[in-house]
């Protein structure tokens, strides 16, 4: 099946620095991936929508200078997390659509990076 | 908020034993899809019901929707402990946009007991 990859699935860094995810599609071509943040025992926020070849799509409150997201190919989008601080620490997972399919489809989910900054 | 309610938030049941989780939503949809999320790991999907559907199985999982209430139901037959995990439901309510934009519920944490 769909296999969707992210990596690292954990980053400890200090305040300050920029930490970059990537999510990988591994046997399909995704246009379109979605990037998610997670709280301890809470449910998925959408941060926005990473459109290959032009801008992402931010959610509402979500600052896109802070949260910079490229959609570089077909396969692989990545999210960085510029001057990190201690409040950005959460689990941020990625997510596509399997192929070019529009609606009724299920989503296919990186394993997440849980991000940690000191 | 548009993010929609699941109860109850936590069940603890024995093995063997159904388990029952309740999903509230506050718009219209296309479809509504559960998903099953272990302890620090991404989503995997379970089951999707488009909105013209009333019922769906899968394996020991039974997904009932009632659009005219807004809710979905899943529920877990001959539970074991390999069940234990949380569970979200997401409805797509994408208008126009081609690919759909998912709302999570709240989740139910589920622990099955040897």
């Known amino acids: 099946g769909a296999v969707v990859s992210q990596h690292p699935s954990w980053v400890i860094c200090k305040s300050g620095t920029s930490v970059k995810i990537e999510c990988r599609s591994l046997d399909f071509q995704a246009t379109t991936m979605f990037w998610y943040r997670q709280f301890p025992k809470q449910s998925l926020m959408l941060m926005a929508t990473?459109?290959?070849?032009?801008?992402?799509?931010?959610e509402q409150g979500v600052e896109k200078d802070k949260f910079l997201i490229n959609h570089a190919s077909l396969t692989l989008s990545t999210l960085t997390v510029t001057s990190a601080h201690p409040e950005d620490s959460s689990f941020y997972i990625c997510?596509?659509?399997?192929?070019?399919?529009?609606?009724?489809?299920?989503?296919?989910f990186g394993d997440g990076t849980r991000l940690s900054i000191l | 908020s548009q993010q929609g309610e699941e109860d109850p938030q936590a069940l603890s049941i024995q093995e063997g034993e159904n388990a029952t989780m309740n999903c509230s939503y506050k718009t219209s949809i296309n479809n509504l899809q559960w998903y099953r999320q272990n302890s620090g790991r991404g989503l995997v999907h379970l089951i999707l019901?488009?909105?013209?559907?009333r019922e769906k199985h899968s394996g020991r999982l039974r997904v009932t929707l009632d659009t005219s209430k807004k809710s979905s139901s899943l529920l877990i037959t001959a539970s074991r402990a390999a069940d234990t995990a949380s569970y979200f439901c997401a409805t797509d309510a994408s208008r126009n946009t081609g690919f759909q934009k998912l709302v999570f519920g709240t989740g139910t944490r589920l622990l099955v007991s040897p």
């Open positions: 997510s596509a659509p399997d192929g070019q399919q529009r609606g009724n489809q299920p989503q296919h």
């Open positions: 990473s459109n290959e070849g032009s801008k992402a799509t931010y």
């Open positions: 019901i488009r909105s013209n559907e």
